[in-house]
C-alpha cells in the first residue's frame, strides 16, 4: 500500500485554468507538506499543516491555496495558472515532532505541472 | 537552519563505499544533521540523521566530526540503484513552531555510481 500518494501523476494545463492536486497519507501523522521544485531542481517548501492547522506559510502567491479536509488529505488549490508554476509538486507527511522521534518526513511520487 | 556547503558530484564504483562529504559550520547546539536522497523523478527519501555520535542503519553510516562542524554519509556498498541526489540538512528538531517542522534542501550532491 502506498503510503503517501498523489493525483494526478501528470497534469498538462493552459493558462488561466484553475487546477487541483490531491494528497493522501495512509501512515496515521499529523502534518502534511507541500513542496515545489522547479526546472533547477531546487526543492522548496510551500505549506505544512499540522492537525489540520496551517503551520507554515512560505512566500507563496495567493494563487496557491491549501486545504486539509481532514488529518490524512492535504490538497492544493492553484488559480490562474502560469507558466512560472510548472514544476514537480511533492507531498509529504510526518509524525508530529516531540523528543524521541526521528521526524522523518514521507514524501508522495510527485505530480508533474505543465503550463502551457 | 545552518547552510550546508556539499560537492555538486561524486562518483564511485559499483560495490565500493561511497563517502559524501557536508560542511556545517555554523550548526548550532540543538540542530541534528538529517540526510536525504532523491533518486530520478522520485520524491526524496530518508536515509539518516545524528546529533553528535555516529549512527548506522540499514541504508548508511553517518559520521559526524567532534566539533559538529562537518559530517559524512557512508554507503558501504554502493549500488547502481544508489544513484541519486544526496541532500545534507540541518535543522532543529522538537519543539514548536512551524520552522521546526520544515525541510531547507540545499542543491545536494550527485552521486553516480558506476558500473
Known amino acids: 500500500d502506498t503510503a503517501v500518494s498523489q493525483t494526478p501523476k501528470y497534469l498538462v494545463t493552459q493558462m488561466g485554468n484553475d487546477k487541483s492536486i490531491k494528497c493522501e497519507q495512509n501512515?496515521?501523522?499529523?502534518?502534511m507538506y507541500w513542496y515545489k521544485q522547479d526546472s533547477k531542481k531546487f526543492l522548496k517548501i510551500m505549506f505544512s499543516y499540522n492537525n489540520k492547522e496551517l503551520i507554515i506559510n512560505e512566500t507563496v502567491p495567493n494563487r496557491f491555496s491549501p486545504k486539509s479536509p481532514d488529518k490524512a488529505h492535504l490538497n492544493l488549490h492553484i488559480n490562474s495558472l502560469e507558466l512560472g508554476d510548472s514544476a514537480v509538486y511533492f507531498c509529504a507527511s510526518s509524525p508530529a515532532l516531540g523528543a524521541g522521534e526521528r521526524n522523518e518526513q514521507f514524501f508522495g511520487p510527485g505530480t508533474r505541472l505543465t503550463v502551457l | 537552519d545552518a547552510k550546508t556547503t556539499q560537492p555538486p558530484s561524486m562518483d564511485c564504483a559499483e560495490g565500493r563505499a561511497a563517502n559524501l562529504p557536508c560542511n556545517h559550520s555554523t550548526i548550532s547546539g540543538n540542530e541534528y544533521v538529517y540526510w536525504y536522497r532523491q533518486i530520478h523523478s522520485q520524491g526524496p527519501q530518508y536515509i539518516i540523521h545524528g546529533l553528535k555520535n555516529n549512527e548506522t542503519n540499514e541504508m548508511a553510516s553517518l559520521i559526524i566530526t567532534e566539533d559538529r562542524k562537518s559530517s559524512t554519509l557512508i554507503l558501504p556498498h554502493a549500488t547502481l540503484r544508489d544513484t541519486a541526489v544526496y541532500y545534507c540538512i540541518v535543522r532543529l528538531r522538537g519543539g514548536s513552531g512551524g520552522s521546526n517542522y520544515k525541510l531547507t534542501f540545499g542543491k545536494g550532491t550527485l552521486l553516480t555510481v558506476n558500473p
Open positions: 501512515l496515521g501523522h499529523d502534518t
